[in-house]
Every structure is written in structure tokens, then in C-alpha cells.
């Protein structure tokens, strides 16, 4: 079993900025994909930052190409995510996602292991 826990959300005003965290813990090991989504009331859950391969780069939603970065600590199996000048239509709560990679190193489009969710809250 693998345990996502995310942090780091709160109230921000637009063009404010905040990082994200997502500390794994359980029987993941560094070889597994990680990744970020986010759910905003009444929408789909849509991908924030995602990779393909294991060692590809990170892919970013359209609207959130330019201000938001994602990082990861292997050593401390833990995911950031930096958001910058952020607008109001990134509230939502966002998650973070992890699982072992598929053949070749690709990264799964399912994710198996899920956080509770950090709320992002951004105001005019």
C-alpha cells in the first residue's frame, strides 16, 4: 500500500503564489510515477502536471503552462508543485497521484494511489 498526503493549500490572492507538497510514505519506492491533478466544484478532474516516461519531461495543463513547476524529491519521496500568479480559476482541490511505471518506463494514464487533497482557494 502506498499513503499520499498533500499539503500546502490555502486562501491566496490572485497573482499570489504557493507551493504544494505530496509526501509518500508505504511501499512505494522511486520508480514509481507521480503526478498532479485538481478537481474544481462541478468540473472534471483535469491533469495539472503529468509525465509520460519515468525520465520524460513534465507535461502542464494548457492553462497553467508558465506559472506552475512541478518537482520531486526521490530521496525524501516527495512531489511539489510551485504555482505562480495564480487567478482565480485555479481554485479547486488538487491532488496528487502515484504509481509503478508500465513496460518501457511509460507512466500509467490510471493512477493507482491517490491523496485526500489539499484545497487551493484563490481570490480577486
Known amino acids: 500500500q502506498v499513503q499520499l498526503v498533500e499539503s500546502g493549500g490555502g486562501s491566496v490572492q490572485a497573482g499570489g503564489s504557493l507551493r504544494l507538497s505530496c509526501e509518500a510514505s508505504?511501499?512505494?519506492?522511486?520508480?514509481?510515477?507521480m503526478a498532479w491533478f485538481r478537481q474544481a466544484p462541478g468540473k472534471e478532474r483535469e491533469g495539472v502536471a503529468t509525465?509520460?516516461?519515468?525520465?520524460?519531461?513534465?507535461s502542464y495543463g494548457d492553462s497553467m503552462k508558465g506559472r506552475f513547476t512541478m518537482s520531486r524529491d526521490a530521496a525524501k519521496n516527495t512531489l511539489y508543485l510551485q504555482m505562480d500568479s495564480l487567478k482565480p480559476e485555479d481554485t479547486a482541490m488538487y491532488y496528487c497521484?502515484?504509481?509503478?511505471?508500465?513496460?518501457?518506463?511509460?507512466?500509467?494514464?490510471?493512477?493507482?494511489?491517490w491523496g485526500q487533497g489539499t484545497q487551493v482557494a484563490v481570490s480577486y
Open positions: 508505504g511501499d512505494i519506492d522511486r520508480s514509481y510515477c
Open positions: 509525465i509520460r516516461t519515468r525520465f520524460g519531461s513534465t
Open positions: 497521484a502515484a504509481g509503478p511505471p508500465l513496460a518501457f518506463g511509460y507512466c500509467p494514464t490510471q493512477y493507482n494511489y
